[in-house]
């Protein structure tokens, strides 16, 4: 067999690499008799022993990446029926004939090199960058955070478990459970929309107080050469308010920057986001995007919805209220699980949408999306209804602040649907659009770049708190400001009323019922804006006004996404679209003068625009297409929208991802894609899976559990027959988890050895601490205690997800995703553990494309 | 421990129960030096042993259900730490303490016994039923069928696929296949469009023919007493082209008759469907719907474009022709497993709703809602994009051929978006709304109920070919009397101008520019019916015609639902409920003639009252909403759509399940739920598993595996190791599958024993015979042969999915269905298999409700 061979020690990375290109495929059988260098496979290593290899995670990659021993290679085994029988192969000589051909990226897998070759580059190249950037400089995108762990969907089937289950196990208290499974989704939409009406409320009424202030003195001042005075009052206000904002955010819950969506996502994915879903996220979430947006920033209130929705859910989930105080009151604790809360999320981030945009079938979708690999029937139709209440009830109160409850007109917060002419398109038109969509893909590539290197600049100089604040402040500044000179600046004026009739409009320099044609645009919310430009007659906004206006939106939204502040993306997308889509509806006018139809349709190009600048930014799944169509409220206008919608997508894909995806990368959130990466077939189980394990006898010493648990930041442990003969080296008998063991020894169940261990815990013991684990410095132990005996047998999972060592990579990935695992423990052929795949083993591995070719890179595991 | 007993003897089986209630749990502690009367579990025995013990699935049940040996108890054990030592035990006597209550039903499951319980009475029950019935006359509804397989959604990594594997392991190659799934993707699209539109073109174009003619004579014999001549006449046509359509479908595929929904839906949750997708399913579905409607049948033609759009994706998927003759041209084969044919039906049958309905995002949603299990979001945008140029294209040639291509305003064959004035709805109209379906889920359970009465009958008593066409002729001829005798009898003319300016109008006797109103409703296609019901003014139909017409088109579609005739239930169904809404528009229109605008607003009602009434009948899940909301093309009203979808649904699921389940439980296909029926959770994968196991060893004898693959019908087989101190015990190896031994046979890789055995094939030999496999009989062995020896070990999947004994149902569920699985082995803890656990051990725990309280049942298994 040809390849094998020592490489890399001069960048300390020691690997031994198989080289298995096609050459050796077809001739594998023929040499079969030479393979004997192939991996050794390593097998577990009790925890008492000391070892300093390497773990694929954990917080100690950095000092021991250069010690790794021999068992612990990154090897790819040559494909020929041999490598059944790999058990019992020694490892011995590298053979010479290693060749590595390397593309130009260095990171990409060129024809005619395998997976292996790549890996090694991409070792190699980090290696390299990170010289010369220095250690501290992380890569932002090419590393995940070691700090995130996985959620626990699996059911530990402990007897503990079993026992709860038989005093639930009859027909009244599944029907029970059922029927509450659905009141709480009820309860969710209900009080989204509630929430969902008073942002609403409050916004708009102090939006137009402010606004209306401004205006007055603005007029005026033109007159009487003050000018300085509203910029002035205007700049004020808009600091204050965003400074309070941020300032709430960053001291409160940091976690409620920005929309949220991208937690919200990875939470679906099945990663555990600590803070995300507590009481303080909620408060500085929703006050922190009202103070937003009256501090004029460039954001939207529509995405943080989902965000609030979702902690309302998982706090009528859990059914306690926590107090600042440590207090909480408790009213029920039969949810208390991560599998039904990240239901009732779903739920929750469903009816945030819907309410949002009015679009229950949106919202439905953009919740089972995400949490795809557990889309079940029953739990669909929960959710869906969830949603569709919480679009009723926001339709009812909304109307109900306008004046008519009952004529339920105002189904969500924002809606593009108030167009005075019916929405028709022609097919003709379509290649305007696809040109329109090319653009907006470019330009929200564009967006989606500037602001990673914003990002990436913020993340490594202004990490402070007070600084955070200070560049909101400057923003809400900056925002006023620059408005300020525009409206100034440019002498657009119209006569034309303007669609909303709530518009505050200031003459500034234009006489004779005329009004600025820019104050419409800036002295408004920016939903207020969007709709300006949705529905406004032709006239209403000149060519230099709406150029002017694309480019200062477009970098004061690049430049507010990431504030640490509560704010959204959407409605500053829509709006830059729209803005530059009624250009080109003028610039379709001006070109066909003889059409006047082209005149009153510029309001559709406005709205292909919007969509194609969302598209472009955000990379629209097919849930964020239903949104769209939803809030036109018009399917028939549909079908161009979709098309736009793919092509500024993949027009965006070709260069970047999308903007939550760069979020999600630039925090190193390990979120697993849908499909194995391809490519990896070769990879096995072996290969990818964390080793030497931490495991545990079924009866334990408590010093040896303490110690592990203060020692290792592994959160499973595989626990094995206590084998006198071959210590360490038992059968696997079931697996327990690091928040079991810990409220196991909080609680103290354990005794001297050879006496009857205590009895005295139930589940709900283990509930009580969810979803705030313990920590192990929260842990009191005596000399005496220590030397007492654990019995783990009726608390650990008795049985846990295994594989084979020779399972490959897809169909790894495929079991934990399609199970949403957080542990699965890799075993030999006598059923001993060997090692442990988790979430960030399978998620290092990512795929993207380059220039329409697929690219394959592994990630680095960091520790931040 | 209490239970444990030995009962049913009197019924010929003998099962041991072990039943736990909660006081068992509660002590279970305490007693455990007792438990000594568990469960003996059952070894593997090899093949060569004559075994005569009860298979849980196969052919043999009903001789074998009386011979259950000792080992092959159902036991369900109970709830104690000590089960994991289940192994060393054996059987011994039985406690006396076991207790049966069962409640009326005898079938379900009552607050204080166990599961264990109810699956006795199960069986005691279906004992008794046979016994009253004869055993001739299955329980249809109770049973599954054991000639449905599973699909292969698993990859068999054995060696020569990784050999294939190795040779397009290349950026290009990835890049290359992923390329070919998006073309493949169009081109699914673009000929599902093709074929809508010719098939919407032939039948209006004809349909218009055929009711010119009769209207011509009948407004003639109307005057001039001759009315016999257009009856005869009418049913004449009906009957010869009725009687042509069902004889293709009865002749050519009996699997193309009815809507197929059913069968597709099925499919996509990973059942086998023989001759779902062939060509002949082809020609008899597009040619056969056509007839039916030309035919005069109560039906539509949109429910089999699901099915056409998905034989053109697995025809273009599997990439080669199929003649008559046996012969076929190949185009390529890379596409050519069930997992990527599945996923190419997905888009096909989405491109089907999509270009029937013009609901792009509907259809996405009708083919992923069903495959749910395997959702991810590349597939995803495949579906969609197929879907949405299926839609396109749909829209550009029906709006082509009905004179201009370019402006799209036809996007699907069936519409309800024609209202004159615009969708609004009042909260006051709400409770209206819910009141309708109500009476939509009351009725829709009654049409379900009465086809399954009659499907029952028919699949008795009417099961011969001719049978059948005779059926369909007298159906046939029986609407065209019965249309014929309503509008002679019923004098109701109107002087309203139809809708649809291209509707036959019959004045037959009505006068003076007045038409016989019934004439829009009878001489039209079905979807012109709805057309008419749902957007004529308000005084074109009276009350008397209207009551006349719903209680003999739900009739009808009752009888015609079910008839080997290609035919689709949706239009039937809203055309039922839409001319019902309108008698209670016409209601409330009467109960406050105040109002002027109810009289406009009553195609409003009709339109609820359709989207009720199929709510009612077909359960509509998430995927049909949309559809509907799509089809009226106006969101604004789709929030009291989805109301009454939700409510209508639940109404009618109050009483019996929708009308395509029901269609799927009397064919008895085992399809999976999406979750684990509750109150299983104490059942062990050693409980559900199917045993003995018929095993091989990796080298094994010709003659053996010849015998095998002749006597049983298991379609995988586990491969062992041939360990020759235990003959028949040994380490699991991998799964070999029934098809890849047919094949291994049929190409004599085999030799006498001790010679290098040939390796003369390759993957690309086992793909050939996709989809349809070899017979045993095929196979032509020598004496000779027989005795030469084959090695399985390139051959066999080596890393199949083992789930340990212990593991409890619920999760066996959650991996089988979250993996796709065909197989799953169960081993003991020395990684030997025991078992496998198929998916009919999992389909046949059904669960229910009654009366609003959930209940299980067990299916049996039977052959026919």
């Keep these: 067999m040809p390849g094998g061979s020592s490489i890399d020690k001069d960048l300390g990375l020691k690997m031994t690499v198989h080289l298995d290109g096609m050459a050796s495929a077809s001739t594998a059988d023929t040499n079969t008799t030479e393979s004997t260098d192939t991996v050794s496979v390593p097998h577990p290593v009790n925890v008492t022993g000391k070892d300093t290899r390497h773990r694929n995670h954990g917080n100690r990659v950095k000092e021991e990446i250069t010690v790794i021993g021999p068992e612990s290679k990154f090897h790819v085994t040559p494909v020929s029926e041999e490598e059944h029988e790999l058990n019992n192969r020694v490892p011995s000589r590298p053979t010479p004939e290693l060749k590595f051909e390397l593309d130009d990226e260095g990171d990409t897998l060129s024809n005619h090199n395998s997976i292996t070759a790549l890996l090694s580059s991409k070792f190699r190249d980090i290696q390299k960058r990170l010289k010369?950037?220095?250690?501290?400089?992380?890569?932002?995108?090419?590393?995940?955070?070691?700090?995130?762990?996985?959620?626990?969907?699996?059911?530990?089937?402990?007897?503990?478990?079993?026992?709860?289950?038989?005093?639930?196990?009859?027909?009244?208290?599944?029907?029970?459970?059922?029927?509450?499974?659905?009141?709480?989704?009820?309860?969710?939409?209900?009080?989204t929309a509630l929430l969902a009406a008073t942002i609403h409320f409050v916004v708009e009424k102090l939006a137009h107080l402010k606004f209306d202030l401004i205006k007055h003195y603005f007029d005026d001042c033109a007159k009487n050469n003050c000018l300085y005075q509203p910029a002035l009052m205007w700049m004020g206000i808009n600091l204050v308010i965003t400074v309070a904002g941020a300032a709430l955010v960053t001291f409160l819950q940091p976690m409620a920057a920005g929309s949220g969506i991208p937690y919200i996502k990875s939470y679906l994915n099945g990663v555990k986001i600590p803070g995300l879903l507590t009481f303080r996220a909620f408060v500085a979430k929703t006050l922190g995007v009202v103070m937003s947006i009256l501090g004029g920033l460039a954001c939207g209130k529509e995405g943080p919805m989902a965000h609030s929705g979702s902690i309302i859910a998982a706090g009528l989930g859990r059914g306690r209220i926590n107090f600042c105080n440590g207090k909480s009151i408790s009213f029920y604790s039969a949810f208390r699980n991560d599998h039904e809360i990240r239901d009732f999320m779903a739920g929750g981030a469903a009816s945030g949408v819907s309410s949002a945009f009015g679009a229950p079938i949106g919202g439905t979708l953009f919740s089972l999306e995400e949490a795809a690999s557990f889309w079940n029937q029953d739990l669909t139709w929960r959710v869906f209804f969830s949603s569709m209440v919480a679009c009723f009830a926001t339709n009812f109160l909304i109307s109900a602040i306008n004046g008519d409850p009952t004529k339920l007109t105002d189904p969500g917060l924002v809606r593009f649907n108030a167009f005075k002419f019916d929405l028709k398109f022609d097919l003709i038109e379509i290649p305007v659009f696809i040109f329109m969509a090319v653009i907006g893909g470019l330009s929200g590539a564009l967006f989606v770049v500037m602001n990673y290197k914003l990002t990436v600049f913020r993340k490594r100089y202004l990490n402070k708190n007070w600084i955070k604040i200070i560049e909101a402040g400057l923003v809400a500044m900056v925002s006023a400001a620059v408005a300020f000179g525009l409206m100034v600046g440019i002498n657009d004026c119209t006569d034309k009323a303007p669609f909303d009739s709530h518009a505050v409009t200031a003459a500034v320099y234009c006489t004779d019922k005329k009004h600025?044609?820019?104050?419409?645009?800036?002295?408004?919310?920016?939903?207020?804006?969007?709709?300006?430009?949705?529905?406004?007659?032709?006239?209403?906004?000149?060519?230099?006004?709406?150029?002017?206006?694309?480019?200062?939106?477009?970098?004061?939204?690049?430049?507010?996404?990431?504030?640490?502040?509560?704010?959204?993306?959407?409605?500053?997308?829509?709006?830059?679209?729209?803005?530059?889509?009624?250009?080109?509806?003028?610039?379709?006018?001006?070109?066909?003068?003889?059409?006047?139809?082209?005149?009153?349709?510029?309001?559709?190009?406005?709205?292909?625009?919007?969509?194609?600048?969302?598209?472009?930014?955000?990379?629209?799944?097919?849930?964020?297409?239903?949104?769209?169509?939803?809030?036109?409220?018009?399917?028939?206008?549909?079908?161009?929208?979709?098309?736009?919608?793919?092509?500024?997508?993949?027009?965006?894909?070709?260069?970047?991802?999308?903007?939550?995806?760069?979020?999600?990368?630039?925090?190193?959130?390990?979120?697993?894609?849908?499909?194995?990466?391809?490519?990896?077939?070769?990879?096995?189980?072996?290969?990818?899976?964390?080793?030497?394990?931490?495991?545990?006898?079924?009866?334990?010493?408590?010093?040896?559990?303490?110690?592990?648990?203060?020692?290792?930041?592994?959160?499973?442990?595989?626990?094995?027959?206590?084998?006198?003969?071959?210590?360490?080296?038992?059968?696997?008998?079931?697996?327990?988890?690091?928040?079991?063991?810990?409220?196991?020894?909080?609680?103290?169940?354990?005794?001297?050895?050879?006496?009857?261990?205590?009895?005295?815990?139930?589940?709900?013991?283990?509930?009580?601490?969810?979803?705030?684990?313990?920590?192990?410095?929260?842990?009191?132990?005596?000399?005496?205690?220590?030397?007492?005996?654990?019995?783990?047998?009726?608390?650990?999972?008795?049985?846990?997800?295994?594989?084979?060592?020779?399972?490959?990579?897809?169909?790894?990935?495929?079991?934990?995703?399609?199970?949403?695992?957080?542990?699965?423990?890799?075993?030999?052929?006598?059923?001993?553990?060997?090692?442990?795949?988790?979430?960030?083993?399978?998620?290092?591995?990512?795929?993207?494309?380059?220039?329409?070719?697929?690219?394959?890179?592994?990630?680095?595991?960091?520790?931040?």
């Design 516 to 864: 600025n044609s820019l104050s419409t645009l800036f002295l408004t919310t920016p939903e207020g804006c969007l709709k300006a430009l949705l529905h406004d007659p032709f006239e209403s906004h000149g060519p230099v006004s709406l150029v002017a206006f694309v480019l200062i939106f477009f970098l004061l939204g690049v430049w507010t996404y990431g504030l640490s502040v509560s704010s959204g993306v959407f409605i500053p997308s829509l709006a830059i679209g729209a803005a530059w889509g009624r250009l080109v509806g003028i610039g379709v006018a001006h070109l066909m003068p003889e059409n006047p139809n082209l005149q009153l349709d510029v309001g559709k190009f406005a709205l292909i625009g919007a969509a194609c600048q969302l598209g472009g930014i955000l990379r629209t799944t097919i849930s964020l297409t239903v949104i769209i169509v939803e809030c036109t409220d018009d399917i028939s206008f549909g079908l161009p929208i979709m098309i736009v919608l793919m092509i500024s997508k993949w027009v965006g894909d070709f260069i970047t991802t999308g903007l939550y995806d760069m979020n999600v990368e630039v925090m190193g959130i390990p979120t697993l894609p849908f499909e194995c990466p391809p490519l990896c077939d070769d990879l096995r189980a072996s290969d990818v899976m964390s080793h030497p394990l931490a495991t545990f006898k079924t009866k334990e010493k408590v010093e040896n559990i303490y110690r592990m648990l203060k020692e290792e930041t592994f959160c499973g442990f595989p626990v094995i027959e206590d084998d006198p003969m071959a210590p360490g080296k038992g059968k696997l008998k079931g697996l327990i988890l690091r928040n079991q063991l810990l409220v196991l020894l909080k609680k103290k169940i354990f005794c001297p050895e050879g006496q009857v261990p205590p009895r005295n815990i139930t589940i709900k013991d283990f509930r009580d601490f969810y979803p705030v684990y313990l920590k192990v410095s929260e842990i009191d132990l005596s000399d005496e205690e220590k030397s007492y005996v654990m019995d783990l047998k009726p608390y650990y999972n008795p049985s846990p997800y295994t594989v084979e060592q020779k399972f490959s990579l897809p169909r790894v990935f495929n079991l934990f995703r399609g199970l949403g695992l957080r542990h699965l423990i890799v075993t030999d052929e006598k059923n001993m553990p060997m090692g442990m795949v988790t979430r960030k083993d399978l998620a290092k591995f990512r795929v993207g494309s380059k220039r329409g070719l697929v690219k394959i890179e592994q990630l680095k595991i960091e520790d931040k």
């Design 132 to 191: 010369q950037y220095g250690i501290e400089s992380p890569r932002f995108r090419k590393r995940l955070v070691s700090k995130w762990e996985s959620l626990n969907y699996d059911v530990c089937e402990n007897v503990l478990y079993i026992k709860e289950q038989e005093k639930y196990k009859s027909k009244k208290w599944v029907t029970l459970r059922w029927l509450s499974k659905w009141l709480v989704m009820f309860s969710i939409g209900i009080m």
